[in-house]
C-alpha cells in the first residue's frame, strides 16, 4: 500500500468500477462518491453500494444533486425516450445529462481536498461511447486548469489530480481490464433503463454486450443473466 488517498466517482457502471480497481492494484487507498443525481433508476446506485462491499473501499459517500428538478436529459426525464436504435457518430445522443460531470469532479475536489487526497479516478470513456462533451480530453485537461486554480492545495502547487485511465481505451478493452482485475462484472448495472434486468438494446446495454462477446465472455451479457 502506499500513504495515498485516491477519490473515485463510482457509478455502479462496469467502467467506474475498473477505474477504482486501476487504483486499488496500485496501492492507493480508495474513497468511492456516487450521486443520487435525480436518474431514472436506482439499480445503478445499488450496483455502487455492492461494489464498495466488494472492492474493499476505505469509504462511501452518496451524495443528492437532484439534476431532474430541471430535465434535461432522457436519463433525468421519464418523459422522453431512452433510444435503443445504436450510437449515431457524430450526434450527441438524449441521455446527455447537462453539467452532471462538471457538478460531480466539482464536488469530487470537494472531497479530495477534505480527506487529502492525491487523484480523483474516473471511469470516463470518449471511444466507444457518445462522444459526450463532458467525457473528453481536452474537457479534463481544462478542468484540470480550473481544478488547479479553485482550491487551497491547488494554488499551493499539489492540488489533486483527475485521472481517467480509461478515457481513450475501447469498451473491448475495458471489459479485458475488468477481467484481470476481478472486477465482478455481474454486480455492475450499465443499462439505461431500472428493471429487474438489463433491457439489452439501450446504447449502453449494446455497446457493452457487444465487447462482452469480444472478449469471450457472453456469459455475463445481458441476455445471459
Known amino acids: 500500500m502506499t500513504d495515498s488517498t485516491v477519490i473515485a466517482l463510482l457509478s455502479g457502471g462496469l467502467d467506474s ?73 457524430g450526434v450527441i445522443p438524449s441521455t446527455y445529462v447537462p453539467g452532471r460531470n462538471t457538478v460531480f469532479i466539482s464536488i469530487g475536489l470537494s472531497l479530495a481536498e477534505a480527506r487529502g487526497a492525491d487523484r480523483i479516478v474516473l471511469g470516463v470513456n470518449a471511444v466507444d461511447y457518445s462522444g459526450y462533451p463532458d467525457c473528453r480530453p481536452d474537457y479534463l485537461a481544462a478542468f ?47 443499462c439505461y433503463t431500472g428493471g429487474e434486468q438489463p433491457c439489452g438494446v439501450c446504447d449502453s446495454c449494446r455497446i457493452r454486450d457487444q465487447a462482452l462477446r469480444a472478449a469471450g465472455r457472453p456469459d455475463l451479457c445481458s441476455s445471459g443473466r
Do not use: C, M
Open 17 to 89: 468500477a475498473t477505474a477504482a480497481a486501476l487504483a486499488l492494484e496500485a496501492g492507493h487507498r480508495v474513497i468511492g462518491l456516487s450521486f443520487d443525481y435525480g436518474q431514472r433508476h436506482r439499480r445503478e446506485l445499488e450496483a455502487a453500494a455492492a461494489l464498495v462491499t466488494t472492492l474493499g473501499l476505505a469509504e462511501h459517500h452518496t451524495i443528492e444533486v437532484n439534476l431532474a428538478s430541471w430535465g434535461g436529459s432522457s436519463l433525468t426525464d421519464a418523459q422522453q425516450t431512452i433510444p435503443t436504435e445504436g450510437v449515431e457518430e
Open 144 to 190: 484540470q486548469t480550473l481544478a488547479n486554480l479553485s482550491s487551497k492545495v491547488g494554488r499551493e502547487g499539489h492540488g489533486p489530480q483527475l485521472w481517467a485511465p480509461l478515457v481513450t481505451w475501447s469498451k473491448q478493452r475495458i471489459v479485458e481490464e475488468a477481467l484481470r482485475l476481478n472486477v465482478p462484472i455481474e454486480q455492475t448495472w450499465s
